[in-house]
């Protein structure tokens, strides 16, 4: 019933009193719109929470002034040795010390790999940016090619490339003289390449039906999970010479390899058995009724399906692989870390704050190629997700 | 186009089943066994010749093989030692022994460490204030992001070491002393290192084996309070008990600044504090997350059942929120403790005498490849084997039931 009608049917001569329009709709208190709305919603909802974001805010700037002082104001910028960034009369506060990063530069990226064939090193670089970019950019024209291309292809042309093959007129260069940023990606490179394929092969092993298999998948993913990194490439470097005939003795970052190698593949194993474990049974049990074979079934119906799903974890666990690169430092490898530890220990460069320069520039580093990877994962995740959101 | 019916089959012959018309290769089980067989056989084959070649190697080499050596005399000095330790009448064997101690000890106070503030940054990482908010999330993202090993450096070359010399030492009240030798503190005459850290780590136990045991009766509030009064009596309590029963010798020996040395007091080892420092605040980001993620696994619907029963915000956190998510954060969480122990390793870098430090310098001494590196693994493995059955145990107790 309308509520108009009603009044002016019972109570005539209370119509003036009656609202004919809706009232205008007073728009909402200041305080909770806009920005003061905003800061009032979320810095100051309540007396404790207020308290806690005046001191934060402020611990935030005492924080915040002085490093940028350090990194930007007082940084020295340019200079040939470490007389630029000793403190002075005249400049008594010096911050970092960026003209030694400018300096050492290039032996940072290459390490000791002889000048005249840094060209192999930038080429490797470009055609592993392309493979990457190829896999890693989802809706790139055959990815399957550029599967091949990144699994197969690459690390052959890499080796050929960086290494040197004599039948092609590329000069030998020793392992022993590779360093900085390309020994890292190279260590970085060979865990990704080689601990998928081995992972998932592990993977189905501890899944197998037969005992034997499931045993020894088993025994060697918890062994090489249950100790450090750093123990199995001790053991890559001390026991595998001992273990190889005298003839055939590998060389040290052969051996680092080898030790990254066997540490990613136990991990891959079980980020890809969870991705196993998460397909629904039925999958199984339709793919046998179609009448495929174990093989077929896993090729066509399982691994696809289950490694989609477990994009995010792979990239994840290349994120701590990239990280856990810098342990080869330990057992003699000149990967980046290393370089900015020699770089650092350097008497013509050596001041005060050379140390805190070198390992900040590091960090950066470090910091923008995982923070990218994980950003990565975070998108596929979320497009991934797209199809339960509601 | 008509298809033409397949033959019948051939009715089977006296002595010849359906399975024997199958050639043998073609056999599932045959060929399961076919492949293990391979499988062991190649495995062993490479096993053996390993073997055969490390023989060789070594035999060539002149080092005998077994674990004889932990007998013999270590003739090196390690920095820290909890237990009694000299480099000319300690035997290989003791020397790990000081090694496994260390590691455990910096493992330890580094769970403690990281548990705290990792629970801090999780729970903040919810908070509705968007300053910490953003804080924690950008603690985690910074963190987790930066090689373990590079983070040890930074604390120990570029922070540690930076600390003014001894001349210029820093005098803190209460007799504290921090150069760039290290933390030194007054020392409690009545008791050697050991001893403290034992006594510590039995008030821990105590406590906690309390809590567990008074967390089945039911929780009423003034249980709650006496609960809380009992544990704290045993966090105080045990110690000082402790103290009276060793004579309450009430002395402390303070460290003197010397010139070149410190003399007398305590010390903490720059390399402890550094890897302390690193390895929880490391483990910490990664717990930060792992608390967020069972936090949020917990649906809304719970909370908001609790606040529709009348629940205060602390309540509905103790009672219905927390009890729920520990289910999902602790497997995880003692994952994350794992790693906190096997990452303690990399104190070699930075020169903390811990297992793999000494282990590493045994090597290097003695020659013994295979046993020290045996050895150690093994110590790594058993930590590993302990906090998995720990593990288990647990889920088998909590694990929810379903129907």
């Not at chain 1, 896999?135 to 890499?158: H, N, Q, T």
């Amino acid at each position: 019933m309308d509520a108009q009608t009603l009044t002016v049917s019972s109570q005539p001569t209370a119509r003036a009193y009656v609202r004919a329009t809706p009232a205008p709709s007073v728009p909402p208190p200041l305080a909770t719109v806009g920005l003061l709305g905003w800061i009032r919603a979320n810095l100051f909802p309540s007396v404790g929470s207020g308290v806690v974001t005046v001191l934060l805010s402020l611990s935030l700037i005492w924080i915040t002034l002085p490093l940028i002082d350090f990194l930007i104001v007082d940084a020295v910028w340019t200079g040939s040795d470490r007389d630029a960034c000793l403190a002075t009369a005249e400049r008594p506060v010096v911050g970092a010390c960026w003209a030694y990063i400018g300096d050492r530069f290039a032996y940072v990226i290459y390490g000791s790999y002889p000048i005249a064939g840094r060209w192999r090193v930038d080429i490797f670089f470009a055609m592993l940016a392309f493979g990457t970019a190829w896999l890693l950019w989802l809706e790139a024209p055959r990815r399957d090619i550029g599967a091949i291309y990144f699994f197969a292809v690459l690390p052959v042309a890499s080796f050929v490339l960086l290494h040197g093959l004599e039948l092609i007129g590329l000069p030998v260069v020793d392992t022993a003289l590779w360093g900085g940023i390309t020994v890292t990606i190279v260590v970085a490179a060979v865990g990704i390449v080689v601990s998928l394929p081995i992972g998932v092969v592990l993977a189905l092993g501890r899944r197998s039906k037969l005992p034997a298999v499931r045993l020894l998948s088993t025994l060697f993913i918890e062994f090489v999970r249950g100790v450090p990194l750093i123990t199995v490439l001790f053991m890559a470097s001390v026991m595998l010479p001992l273990f190889v005939p005298d003839s055939w003795s590998p060389d040290k970052l052969m051996r680092a390899l080898v030790g990254v190698a066997l540490f990613s593949s136990a991990y891959m194993a079980e980020v890809v058995r969870a991705g196993l474990q998460a397909m629904p049974k039925g999958q199984y049990e339709a793919a046998h009724a179609l009448g495929l074979s174990y093989w077929q079934t896993l090729r066509l119906i399982i691994l696809p399906q289950a490694l989609k799903v477990t994009i995010p974890n792979i990239v994840n666990s290349y994120i701590a692989l990239f990280k856990d690169t810098t342990l080869v430092f330990i057992v003699g490898i000149f990967d980046f870390l290393k370089t900015i530890e020699v770089a650092r220990a350097d008497p013509k460069w050596s001041t005060p704050v050379t140390s805190a320069t070198g390992y900040i520039f590091a960090a950066f580093v470090y910091f923008a190629c995982c923070y990218a990877m994980s950003r990565y994962a975070t998108g596929i995740e979320k497009r991934l997700s797209a199809g339960e959101k509601r | 186009m008509e298809r033409a019916q397949p033959p019948p089959y051939p009715p089977p012959q006296a002595g010849e089943g359906r399975v024997g018309a199958v050639p043998f290769y073609r056999d599932p089980k045959l060929r399961g066994l076919l492949l293990q067989a391979l499988l062991c056989a190649a495995i062993g084959l490479v096993a053996y010749g390993a073997i055969r070649n490390a023989a060789d190697n070594l035999a060539r080499a002149n080092i005998a093989s077994g674990f004889g050596f932990l007998d013999v005399t270590a003739g090196f000095d390690i920095g820290q030692t909890l237990i009694d330790y000299s480099s000319q009448a300690s035997t290989y064997g003791r020397a790990f022994l000081v090694g496994v101690l260390n590691t455990l000890l910096v493992a330890g106070i580094g769970i403690a460490f990281a548990t705290v503030i990792g629970f801090t940054v999780g729970i903040a990482r919810l908070s509705k204030n968007f300053l910490v908010e953003r804080l924690a999330t950008a603690y985690v993202e910074l963190i987790r992001n930066v090689p373990l090993l590079l983070q040890l450096l930074f604390w120990y070359n570029a922070v540690l070491k930076a600390l003014p010399e001894i001349a210029a030492s820093a005098v803190m009240p209460g007799g504290f002393i921090l150069n760039n030798r290290g933390l030194f503190t007054p020392r409690p005459l009545f008791a050697d290192g050991l001893q403290i850290v034992g006594v510590l780590a039995g008030t821990v136990v105590l406590a906690v084996v309390f809590n567990i045991v008074a967390g089945r009766v039911e929780r009423s509030q003034r249980a709650l309070i006496v609960r809380i009064a009992a544990t704290a009596l045993i966090v105080v309590g045990v110690p000082v008990a402790a103290f009276l029963a060793a004579g309450a010798p009430f002395a402390f020996e303070y460290p003197q600044i010397g010139r070149f040395n410190v003399r007398g007091g305590a010390e903490l080892l720059p390399e402890f504090v550094a890897l302390l420092l690193g390895l929880s605040i490391y483990t910490a980001a990664f717990i930060a997350e792992v608390v967020r993620a069972g936090l949020k696994s917990v649906s809304p619907g719970q909370t908001e059942a609790a606040q529709a029963l009348g629940l205060r915000r602390m309540q509905t956190l103790r009672l219905i929120v927390i009890p729920q998510a520990m289910r999902v954060i602790i497997p995880p969480l003692t994952n994350q403790y794992l790693n906190l122990t096997k990452n303690s390793s990399l104190a070699v870098a930075i020169g903390y005498p811990d297992l793999f430090l000494v282990a590493g310098t045994v090597l290097n001494i003695s020659g013994q490849a295979v046993e020290v590196v045996l050895i150690t693994m093994a110590v790594y493995l058993t930590f590993s084997l302990i906090i998995a059955l720990v593990m288990n145990i647990y889920n088998a107790r909590y694990a929810l039931v379903e129907r």
